[in-house]
């Protein structure tokens, strides 16, 4: 019974802090451009972005 008393704490403490990074992560537009990095990977960054025109 003793170990809920240092379990609880703990376990309200890190779902805050879990919950504080997500939100500062929505604040700071971490999830705005969601399909720029799955496109990105398959941009050759030696032929630039006239490449893409092209094709």
Do not use: N
Request: aromatic letters at 10%.
């Amino acid at each position: 019974m003793t170990t809920l008393v240092y379990l609880i704490p703990v376990a309200l403490f890190l779902g805050a802090l879990g919950l504080s990074s997500f939100l500062w992560a929505l604040r700071s537009g971490q999830y705005e451009d969601l399909d720029g990095a799955a496109e990105r990977i398959l941009i050759d960054p030696d032929d630039g972005p006239e490449a893409l025109r092209s094709k």
